[in-house]
Each structure stands twice: as C-alpha cells, then as structure tokens.
C-alpha cells in the first residue's frame, strides 16, 4: 500500500512536518511506502488530495491499494476531504481516507476513536476500516462536503473569533464565546429539515455529522457517522445568562435537555436567514446563509482502531 500524506505544516503549532516525518517512517517501518505532500497556503491541501486521489484511484484500478491521509486537524481533514470529492464526485471513494490528528480542535477524529497522533498511526497501519457519512452543503461560495458539522450564527461567529486566537489551543474556542456572548444578537431563520419547516427567533443552527465541535465540546451528544442522518441542534432566542449558563455543559452534552435547546434529525435540510449568518463548514471560516444540505451515506472508508 502507498499512503499519500496531505500535510498541514502550521497545524499544532507547527508541529505538522515533524508528526507527519514521524508518521512515514512509522508506516514504513509497517512495510507501507509512503509520499509526502505539503500544503504551502491554505487551500492548497484541497489541490494536493485531488492529485493524491487521482494516482490512488489509478492504483486501485491496477490493483493496488493507495490510501489518502490528512497531516493536520479538522480544516486539514475538510481540505483533503473536497480534494478526494473533484475526483470523484459520485459515489463511495475507491480508496480509503484517514487523519492523523495535529490540529488545534481535533474534534471529528473522536468519533472514530483515536484520540491522538500515535493512534491514528497504528489504525492507518492496522489497515481496519469503516464507512462515514459525509455532508454536503450549497451556498453562494459553491459546493462542498463536510465530515464534522456546519455551523450558521452564533456558533460560527465563534468560529471566526476563535481562528484570531488559534496560539491558545482549545483556549481559543472558550474566548471566542465569552466575547461573542457579550454582543449576541439573536435573529429571524427558518429551518426546514425533510419538509418540515421551523420558523423562529434564534441564536444559532449547527448541522452535525459527527459530536464534536472546538475538540471536546459534545455539540450533538447522539450523533453517529454512519446513520445516514445530520443532527441538527438550533438554540431559540435566550439571555447572555442563560447562554454563559449552558455553555459548560456542551462539555458534557447535557446543553441539549435545556428547553431553549432543539435538536431533529434528517437528511434534506435548508436554512434561511432574515440577515445573512456566517457559516464554519468543519471549523472553516467562510460563506453565509442561505444554505441547502444534504447527507451521501457512506461516501467515505476511514481508518479506525
């Protein structure tokens, strides 16, 4: 098997280049060859997946079996993830994806039960895989595919503010809505998840595919990878107590048994918005609402444990 390594040399502090020279020599010690590419801007990892995916879908037609993984954290894993998709935007992928996680939230990779970069070594080495879901999210920005979440209003201002503070780690996300509490603003959307229409006064939409969001934060405590379903969590219009109240207990996921607090689940959904939201598709940080998304089952094979 040859691993194509998508590299975030900024993720973890720059520790993206030496986690990912440990991971090849690791994988080549497990009798794997491995190429290296490194990501030089942001956005150029979305190039570099869909030249990895090319040369893995040709090796797989030849009978090999090439793999793509991602050096880096949740915007890393979003890069690679709509690289792999220009090359083949229909269907399950024919080769298998994974992440070694570097980056400063590391949220989704908790769903498959790595919990760190030596982890995600031995699953890439043990060669066990299993199916993931992937989102896909239509805006004005275009089309893309999300693996985590999307997030509209609050929680992505979050998002925002907390890429300024991206040397605080984890830190950041805590600062960010300390900050973004204190000039809330709820506003006017309407959500509509396979037909059903819900029209309110609100704080924020986050679509999920996965639980997690800023690392540990359990943003929707019951959702799974593989169901075929996007929980959607959206807060109605509160208080900045009632906000700072329920904060800490996203770390637990009890923030959804709060009546202020909804979640559905469905496949088809559209938000609209009476002002545009700012969107964070994976922790990325841009597009506004109105937005349409949609789930394919089962696109993606993942390493796992």
């Known amino acids: 098997m040859t691993v194509h390594l998508i590299v975030n040399p900024n993720a973890g502090k720059q520790r993206g280049l030496a986690i990912a020279g440990h991971a090849a020599a690791a994988l080549a010690a497990a009798g794997m060859s491995v190429v290296t590419r490194v990501s030089a801007i942001p956005g150029q990892a979305i190039d570099l997946a869909a030249d990895a995916a090319h040369a893995a879908g040709a090796a797989r037609t030849a009978g090999q079996n090439d793999a793509v993984v991602a050096v880096g954290g949740d915007g890393t894993l ?9 090359h083949c935007p229909e269907g399950p992928l024919p080769f298998p994806l994974g992440q070694i996680p570097v980056g400063t939230g590391n949220s989704f990779i908790r769903d498959l039960g790595i919990a760190g970069a030596e982890e995600a070594i031995a699953a890439i080495a043990g060669g066990v895989t299993r199916p993931v879901d992937l989102g896909t999210l239509r805006c004005a920005a275009g089309e893309f595919s999300f693996i985590n979440l999307l997030g509209a ?16 780690g984890a830190l950041s996300y805590i600062i960010a809505v300390l900050q973004e509490t204190a000039r809330l603003s709820p506003g006017q959307f309407t959500l509509t998840v396979d037909g ?39 807060m109605e219009r509160t208080t900045r107590r009632k906000l700072l109240t329920l904060f800490p207990r996203i770390f ?34 841009f597009g506004t609402t109105p937005i349409a998304v949609g789930i394919r089952p089962g696109a993606v094979r993942m390493f796992c444990p």
């Open 78 to 86: 979003f890069e690679v993830v709509n690289g792999v998709r220009k």
């Open 153 to 168: 209003g609050f929680v992505s201002a979050v998002a925002h503010g907390a890429a300024r503070y991206k040397r605080w």
């Open 196 to 234: 059903q229409q819900i029209a309110m006064e609100g704080v924020f939409v986050e679509i999920c595919n996965s639980r997690c969001t800023g690392g540990a934060m359990q943003m929707a405590p019951d959702a799974l990878i593989d169901d075929g379903l996007l929980d959607v969590v959206y």
């Open 252 to 285: 637990s996921g009890t923030h959804v048994k709060d009546p202020v607090i909804h979640v559905v689940r469905g496949r088809e959904i559209t938000l609209e918005t009476a002002t545009p939201w700012l969107l964070t598709p994976d922790g990325e940080t």
